[in-house]
Structures are given as C-alpha cells and as structure tokens.
C-alpha cells in the first residue's frame, strides 16, 4: 500500500489553515468584495485556491508513485 | 391549467423520465452482488464525480443550507469549509482504501473491519451502528422530499402521498439497478442543481435589490450581527466553528455509503485525481446562500427556516420554473436516499446477518436478502418519516457525530501497525456513548465546542491506550486474499 508522501500532507494542510484554523483572522464584514462580506468573498476564495493546491498534492503523489512503479518494475519482473 | 396541475406535472415528468433512467441504466449488466454495490469497480473519473456529488448534495444542502442562511446567518459558512476539506482530507486516504479494497475484494466499511481486525463482532457491531445511523438520514431525505414536493406543488399533493410515490420508485431502482442507477440519477440532478442554484442565486438579490452587494449592504443595516460568528445564534461561535469543520471534515467519508462509494472506482488515481475537482462542486453551495439572505427581508418571519428558499421561488417566478426547482429538490432527496438504502441493505445482510446467524450464505443468496432489505428499510423509514417526530434533527446530528467514531479504527488501521481490535472496539463504543451523552442532554456545543469532536478526541485517546495497553496483533491487510472466499 502506498502511503501518502509528507510534501503532499503539508501541501494539504494549506487549505486547513486557511479556511478552518485561521478564523478569527478572516471573520468579518468589512471589506466587501466583489460585493460580499470579507468572511464569505475568504471561503468562496478558498473553493478555487483549493485544487490548485490539491494538483501540486497530487503532482507530489504522482511523482512518488511513478518512481517507485518503475523501480519495482526493475526489481521483479511483472507477469 | 392552474399553478399547482403545471408545477406538479413538471415534477412528475422529470422525476419519472430520472427513475427510467436509473432502472435501465443497470440493465446491461448482470446483476451480482459485486455488480450491484460497487458497479464491479469499473467507475472512472466523470462517474466518481457524479456518484459522490450525487451522495453530497442532499436535501440538506437545498433546503438546510439556505435556511441555516436564513435563520442562524454566519454559522452556515462551516458548509461551504466541511466540504471541501472533507474532499481536501479524502486523498489522503481513499486511495489506500480502494487498493486494500481492491485486494480483498471489499463492497462495505465492515468489510474493511472485518479484514483489518479479524474479528466478527467488531464487524458486526460496526455495521449494526452504520444502519442504525442511516436510518433517521434517510428518514430526514423523506421527509424533506414530502415538504419540497408540498410546497412546490402548491398544495395540490398531500406529504404522505408524495413521499409514498417517490420512495416507490427509489426502492424500485434500486432494486433493479443497485448503484449505477444512482450515479446514472445523479446526471440529471446535478444539471438541475447547478442550473437552479445559478439562476436563483444570482437572480433572486438582482430581483429585489439590484445586486448581490446591494442585498448584503441592507441585510447588514437590518440584522448587523448576522453575518459575523456566532450570527443570530447564542453558541455558535469561532471555536464551535474551528470544532465542527474538523469534526465534519474528517467524519464526512466515514458514513457507510460514503466510504464504500470509493471501491466503485477503477483505480486509485481516479480516486485521487477527484479530490483534486471535486471542491469545485462547492461552488453551488454560496449560490444557495445567496436565496437564504435574500429570503430574510423578502420573506421575514418564517417559523421554520427550511422553507425559506422554496417560500421566496414560488412567490417571485412562474409555477413551471417552481415545478423544475421542485424536482431538482426531490431529486436531491431521491439519489442519495437511494445510495443510504443500498448501503444499509448490504451492511445488514451480508455484516451482520451472514456473519452472525448464516455464515454459510452464498454471495447470491446475500444479494437477494439485500435486494429485500431494500424494500424493508425504505419500508422503516417511510413510518418514521410519516409519523414524525420533532427529535428527527437531534437524530441527524448524533448520526454525524456517530459515524465519525469509524475515523479512528479507520485511519490508525491503515497507518498504525500497533493498534489492535479490542482499542477500535473501545474507542468506538466510548465515543458513542460520549456523544450519545452529550447531544441527548442537550450540551452540545460542550463549552463552545461541538460535542462529536469532543468524543472523538476521546475516542482516540481510548484506542491508542488500550491498544497500547494489550497485546501486539498482525495486521491482516498483509495477509493474502483467501480465494475460496467467494463460494
């Protein structure tokens, strides 16, 4: 079973951080923009920079997986 | 015609031509149990995507939503986070569940209990909670339903009737189709989420203020408060909110039908790669906000906010747009009622049933008592949800904090070598009766913090000691799969 790399846990915590743990960073009215209140324009925000980091996570993923297909591959031979 | 024949023939032609659908889209496929429950793990991406957005966006998200907007204001954010991280928060474990899946030909979570920890009463015992929890979900979809087709028929069909028609045709797609009926479902109910959710999102605060901003602007010269934490509630505040997106988050994949919707997957990059769009699907989710605030100075005073949305639709458009927003909500209610009973069916018969009273049970004979479950569960529910009563949302709320219990023995079972079965089997049974305890006598949030993450903290404490405190035990995933276990 291939378990998660650390780059991609860290990667993953971004979007933890931003739109659960820093609340009373981002929890208020003022200012509006693109007419909505600070705090909802914040998580509407966080909906789009979220795959963004979710595709580097996955890229890390991607990366480790392929090296260690290829390195298993070498070792034994797949029938 | 008058407005209820035109919106309650729109319902009636969309939910019908939905449920063909779903009765033929399985209809290619022979039927076996592994066909029925996990659409022989032949999901790909787009297919993934459709059943779990189809398992997420619940009548709660349609009605729930927009009245957690309307009546209690900022706390309705958690939402819009729980979701996404919960997708967030998935890939780094659904793979590894489908590959263990995969391996030993998993269809349920207690199949997953059952493997790791080799024992039957812990796989039994989990499958008894994951029913028990389904069934006030369930009866909550029903319900909703009844509501949404009573209002968006303008009166012209009596609950009982509608949520009697509706749960017939559930059962019956089911029955025949299993799982690639939902998923099939799910494609019609999501073009008609996305297209109300847009049209009456934007549309409602330009209607009546001119503007989204404008709309914001005037809800804040009325109700200052609402739209910072803890909004017009009393206990809802920042550590409530910080608490309860963990505990959703993290519990979100630990509902049954959730959890096993991964072993429909092809393969675990298909798993991965929807965790990367599906936080996308969110976006909806603001949109329906949108309705609720407007809904507060367009249709004050509401005693139940569930019904703001569909208050302020049939008074500002045409009854044959109420008739498509009122089948996109029964349709929300419809999909994932349908995956619930599916996934309460199969725990019961093939984790509890097979494994306590009839070990010698064939996969056929299992997938023909399910096949019967189905029709005895939605029979449960619907009493439950004709003769309701008013503790239906405090079930719901234990019923989220229950299964995220599950999380420990899920997630240490993946990546822990050292715990054991007896400290999953104590984790779960303190954490349920933690939360059994708060949330029935009413002290949740528990000091500010929600009740489910409290004893989910518990929980974990509780596993990790007493399996550290009994002794080592192999861990079953590194065994081979037992070919004979297909009789």
Not at chain 1, 15 to 24: E, G, K, N, R
């Amino acid at each position: 079973m291939h378990k998660p790399t650390m780059g991609a846990v860290l990667v993953g915590l971004v979007p933890f951080l931003a739109m659960c743990i820093s609340v009373p960073l981002w929890d208020r009215i003022y200012p509006f923009v693109f007419g909505l209140p600070f705090n909802i324009f914040w998580i509407v925000l966080w909906i789009l920079l979220t795959p963004i980091c979710m595709f580097i996570a996955y890229r890390i993923e991607r990366k480790k997986i392929d090296a260690t297909e290829s390195a298993g591959k070498g070792g034994v031979q797949h029938g | 015609m008058d407005s209820s024949t035109v919106a309650l023939s729109v319902i009636l032609v969309i939910v019908l031509i939905s449920s063909i659908v779903g009765m033929y889209a399985g209809s290619r496929y022979k039927m076996d149990l592994e066909q029925w429950t996990v659409a022989g793990r032949g999901f790909g991406l787009v297919f993934v995507w459709l059943l779990m957005a189809g398992e997420v966006y619940t009548t709660f998200a349609f009605l729930g939503a927009s009245g957690w907007a309307y009546s209690r204001g900022a706390p309705t954010l958690y939402i819009m986070a729980y979701l996404t991280l919960a997708y967030v928060f998935s890939f780094y474990f659904l793979p590894q569940i489908w590959e263990i899946g995969k391996k030993f030909s998993m269809q349920t979570q207690s199949d997953f209990f059952r493997q790791r920890y080799g024992s039957k009463n812990l796989a039994a015992f989990a499958s008894l909670v994951g029913v028990v929890f389904i069934i006030p979900y369930l009866q909550l979809q029903l319900t909703g339903l009844g509501i949404i087709v009573e209002v968006s028929g303008f009166g012209g069909i009596s609950r009982a009737t509608a949520i009697l028609i509706a749960f017939a045709l559930v059962a019956a797609f089911v029955f025949v189709s299993g799982v690639r009926a939902v998923a099939w479902i799910s494609v019609i109910k999501d073009f008609l989420m996305l297209f109300a959710a847009f049209f009456i999102g934007i549309g409602l605060p330009y209607m009546y203020f001119g503007g989204i901003g404008e709309m914001f602007t005037a809800l804040i010269n009325a109700k200052p408060a609402h739209l910072i934490l803890p909004g017009s509630t009393k206990t809802m505040g920042q550590s409530w909110y910080v608490s309860t997106v963990l505990l959703t988050s993290f519990g979100f994949y630990m509902w049954p039908h959730l959890f096993s919707a991964a072993f429909t997957a092809k393969n675990n990059n298909t798993l991965r790669r929807n965790a990367v769009i599906m936080p996308l699907y969110t976006i909806t989710m603001p949109l329906i906000f949108l309705v609720g605030f407007t809904a507060i100075m367009v249709v004050p005073g509401l005693s139940n906010g569930d019904l703001a949305l569909l208050t302020i639709v049939r008074q500002s458009y045409p009854a044959w747009f109420m008739g498509i927003i009122g089948a996109a909500g029964a349709l929300t209610a419809m999909v994932p009622a349908a995956i619930l009973i599916l996934a309460a069916a199969t725990l019961f018969a093939k984790n509890f049933y097979r494994e306590m009273f009839a070990p010698n049970m064939t996969d056929e004979q299992v997938e023909k008592l399910a096949r019967v479950m189905v029709i005895v569960i939605t029979l449960i529910a619907l009493y439950f949800a004709i003769y309701s009563s008013t503790t239906l949302v405090n079930l719901l709320l234990l019923g989220y904090a229950g299964v995220t219990q599950f999380l420990p023995g899920v997630l240490f079972g993946l990546y822990w070598g050292r715990v054991t079965k007896k400290g999953v089997f104590t984790g779960l049974v303190v954490g349920i009766a933690v939360v059994a305890y708060l949330v029935l006598t009413k002290q949740d949030p528990f000091f500010g913090i929600n009740a489910g993450f409290v004893a989910l903290c518990i929980n974990f404490a509780a596993t990790v000691i007493v399996s550290l405190s009994t002794q080592a035990e192999p861990n079953r995933f590194d065994e081979e799969p037992a070919v004979a276990v297909k009789k």
